[in-house]
């Protein structure tokens, strides 16, 4: 009852951030002078059209029953972006590249402050609570998640977000064969989530501590059932 009932709060979330996150993509690479997600019919919140019934469903459900629900990957259909339509090469691939991880900021931000206007609605009228801590719940996994797929995306392993910032910062010779080294990237991901943990959460590490300050900046504001059920 406790794993239904967490699916039923974390799935929506989750999916409403992930989908977030590639529309930036998609509208960014708008702003950079590619059309091509808007002509694929892809800068759209209908979440049919982001789902990939591999990466988004049948993968995330296959590692997680193989590693007794330890371990799960997976995400929505990237948005198709061409990057030789930018109008700078360079400049457009960053932008689209890093606005995934800056709109789940904002969502994170957001979630915040949702928490504090629900905790001052419960304050001021008691009868509410039935509704907020559900409230409450489903925005403290919005901090959470969208922290987390901040770090997770930032990642310089290919095809993550970061790989297409960290290209940039090397040397040309070396950046050719990092960008080579992209075909084995999801493998190395797998290997990283498996066997990688040290080094995944000192990674993470920063998402840890973001989530400590964004719900300690809101702390007396959170009704404690919803705090409740994290503990």
Known sequence: ????????????????SVIAHEYAHGYAALRQGDSTALAM????WNPLKHIDPWLTIVMPLVMGYSSNWRVM????KPVPVNPANYRNLKRGDIIVSLAG??????LALIATLLLALF???YKIAPASGGVVWIVQVAMIYGVLINLSLILFNLIPIPPLDG???MKYLLPKPLAERYVQFGQFGFLLLILLLFY???ILDAWMRPATIGVAILLGSVDGLL????LAWFR
């Open 1 to 16: 009852m406790d794993t239904l009932q967490n699916v039923l709060f974390v799935a929506p979330v989750l999916l409403f």
């Open 41 to 44: 019919g892809r800068l759209t």
């Open 73 to 76: 990957l997976g995400g929505a």
């Open 101 to 106: 991880v800056a709109t789940n900021l904002v």
């Open 119 to 121: 905790g001052l609605l």
């Open 163 to 165: 790989s297409h910032v």
């Open 196 to 198: 990688g943990r040290g």
């Open 223 to 226: 009704m404690p059932r919803a």
